[in-house]
């Protein structure tokens, strides 16, 4: 059972495009919704993170929207640029004593067309 | 400052045979994680450490084990491996503290076949 749901499965985007990436999750015990960023034959990197306290966050092009009530979260990536070609997990995970188990989606290939 | 590093990066088994995949970091980290990446399933966690002496199975913990020789290393074994354990391993490991921060820092990957 997939804890935290992503779509779309992959995504082509113009180069200056704006690409979206949406996840949903059931556990209301989840507290920090990270996502990754994987290149072909690396391991993934966190891109940016929120928690369930702010509604946004912003970090350069990439900007994460937050639904508390919808159990919803989005990724977006203003002005995307082929660079920006990768695949993309989110991610959830709850607080325990000593370690964040993370919970992955199933991923989302976004593919910019210059 | 190597990070998290994993050997071997590629490696072929028949049903049946063993083997262990190694990881270690140099971060001075607690907590240190084994996933597997499969198509269409995402990453999925194996096996835990949050600390050094401690273990703790994940969402897929069958047909493996693990041993956290000490802060610094994390091995995962297959004691007979199936071909449905063909996959991406990666190893990564974090620092939980009270701030916002729960990075999780992972490794190259092993790709591991079984035949």
């Known amino acids: 059972q997939q804890q935290v749901k992503q779509s779309p499965q992959s995504l082509i985007v113009q180069k200056g495009g704006i690409s979206i990436i949406n996840c949903a999750y059931e556990?209301?015990?989840?507290?920090?919704f990270p996502w990754y960023q994987q290149f072909p034959g690396k391991g993934p990197a966190l891109l940016i993170a929120?928690?369930?306290?702010?509604s946004e966050k912003k970090e350069g092009r990439f900007t994460i929207s937050f639904n508390k009530s919808a159990k919803q979260f989005s990724l977006h990536i203003m002005d995307s640029q082929p660079g920006d070609s990768a695949t993309y997990f989110c991610?959830?995970?709850?607080?325990?004593?000593?370690?964040?188990?993370?919970?992955f989606g199933t991923g989302t290939r976004l593919t910019v067309i210059p | 400052n190597a990070g998290v590093t994993q050997t071997p990066k590629f490696q072929v088994l028949k049903t049946g045979q063993s083997m262990t995949l190694q990881c270690a970091q140099d971060?001075?980290?607690?907590?240190m994680y084994w996933y597997r990446q499969d198509p269409g399933m995402g990453l999925r966690l194996i096996y835990y450490?949050?600390?050094?002496?401690?273990?703790d199975k994940g969402e897929v913990p069958n047909g493996y084990n693990v041993s956290r020789l000490n802060k610094r290393e994390f091995s995962l074994r297959l004691e007979s491996a199936a071909p449905s354990q063909t996959s991406v391993y990666f190893c990564?490991?974090?620092?939980?503290?009270?701030?916002?921060?729960?990075?999780?820092?992972f490794g190259p990957g092993t790709r591991l076949t079984v035949l």
């Open positions: 450490s949050a600390s050094e002496g401690t273990t």
């Open positions: 556990n209301t015990a989840f507290d920090y």
């Open positions: 971060m001075n980290h607690n907590s």
């Open positions: 991610a959830a995970s709850m607080r325990q004593t000593g370690a964040n188990n993370l919970f």
């Open positions: 929120i928690r369930p306290d702010v």
């Open positions: 990564a490991s974090s620092e939980v503290d009270s701030g916002f921060t729960d990075t999780q820092y």
